[in-house]
């Protein structure tokens, strides 16, 4: 097993934050600065073309301990931040920017393309919490969650399918097929983000994906506005859901 | 103009009930105890069947008023609570009773019903916010919000389209036809409701009412169950709506 190595630490507005490297990749990790012992981890997959400490990624992780007082990681998927691109990464990022300029539907080739970026990724989301789970202020019995939406959806619900240590998740903005299938296989609590004018995304292909999860418990968050459009409060109701579902650290 | 008289007042928990008859009904107005001052107003509507003080309303406003140190008043609608029920009232539940009796649709009794209803409380609760806005804590200037589901949607749809001092709704589980086309003139935020496994409104019918709304800023929340399992914590969800768009009390 490889091990978690700290490289940073910077701590301001209650909150210390860690950057490390795990074997190829980096990573943050975000805790409360009195009380992050044995706080519930929730793991955070950031979105396509972006990386684990773009503005989306801090500023949810600052809700998320703000309001649950959480430990959070996140990690760079393949190909993202400072990893290097495969020339598959190339070919697909190429096609994809092109159907942008073109203004045809970029659903063809993102969902194979994150579903081929989930393969590489579900591996390194497992050795990442195993070297999590070792950190003696995390340790390896409290509960975790998973929040990450567009390209965060597309490995997190393999990840969650496959990890039963992830005992509730905050998914949102992805196409059903061929994921649905993989929804299917999820029972725990899911909350589920998407933009009901989504220019990328049409409306019932989102509500199929929601539909597909085998959870009891299961919300739909649907906001008025387009593809980027989702309103910031969404990640406060995440932080709220996941207080619910994995409990609050004692001391936030 | 009728004036409104308080009959009660209890206190607990930081919250003071009180009671109030305007003109032929009751209504209560909970407010915190201290920090009511021109503290925003929510306006709750009950469900059909119901009455101005059973838990869903005094649950729900134990909520508003922990979260957001909002004032919340409600009313009974006509035919409920203590109010005489007129010939049509009485005809109409009993079709409403036949129907769930037998298991057929409910949709066509309640729907036109609701809608009779409607028009009999949107005047009594434009009387009842005039009188709230002559109490010295609660005023004229104050922005207001209404918060009402199922019956207390077919009401407050037409209330809110009617009346400008509303600024902000939860409404959530009625039918689109034909309430829709008065959806249509609401511009203010709205939080809808629904349960994705309504036995009683087709997802489709709840979808289409949810994006009739006018406003630019909406949000639809569906949760998994049916129709009466509407979770707890969507009151609370709520109560961050209202904060975010009518503000907190500042000794809340």
């Known amino acids: 097993m490889k091990t978690l190595e700290f490289t940073t630490e910077t701590s301001s507005n209650g909150i210390v934050e860690?950057?490390?490297t795990l074997g190829d990749f980096d990573g943050a990790l975000w805790s409360p600065a009195s009380g992050a012992e044995r706080a519930p981890l929730i793991l955070m997959g950031h979105g396509g073309g972006n990386h684990h400490k773009?503005?989306?990624?801090?500023?949810?992780?600052?809700r998320l301990v703000a309001i649950g007082g959480f430990n959070v990681a996140t990690i760079d998927a393949p190909g993202h931040g400072r990893r290097p691109r495969t020339?598959?990464?190339?070919r697909e990022i190429a096609l994809m920017q092109q159907a942008m300029a073109a203004g045809e539907p970029v659903g063809p080739i993102v969902v194979p393309y994150n579903l081929h970026l989930a393969e590489r990724a579900v591996p390194e989301w497992r050795a990442t919490l195993d070297a999590l789970q070792e950190l003696p202020e995390i340790g390896p019995q409290?509960?975790?969650?998973?929040?990450?939406?567009?390209?965060?959806?597309?490995?997190?619900i393999p990840l969650t399918a496959a990890e039963p240590r992830i005992r509730a998740a905050v998914?949102?903005?992805?196409?059903?097929?061929?994921l649905a299938a993989t929804a299917k296989r999820i029972t725990v609590p899911v909350e589920y983000?998407?933009?009901w004018d989504d220019e990328h995304i049409p409306r019932a292909e989102g509500l199929a994906l929601f539909d597909a999860f085998a959870s009891k418990d299961k919300t739909l968050h649907a906001n008025a506005g387009r593809h980027k459009e989702l309103p910031r409060f969404e990640a406060d109701s995440a932080a709220h859901f996941f207080v619910r579902h994995l409990g609050r650290a004692t001391a936030a």
């Open 18 to 20: 860690r950057e490390f």
């Open 54 to 62: 773009s503005p989306a990624m801090s500023g949810r992780a600052a």
């Open 87 to 90: 020339e598959h990464d190339e």
């Open 142 to 156: 409290g509960p975790v969650g998973y929040y990450g939406l567009n390209m965060g959806t597309a490995i997190g």
């Open 171 to 178: 998914f949102g903005q992805f196409w059903p097929d061929p």
């Open 193 to 195: 983000d998407l933009q």
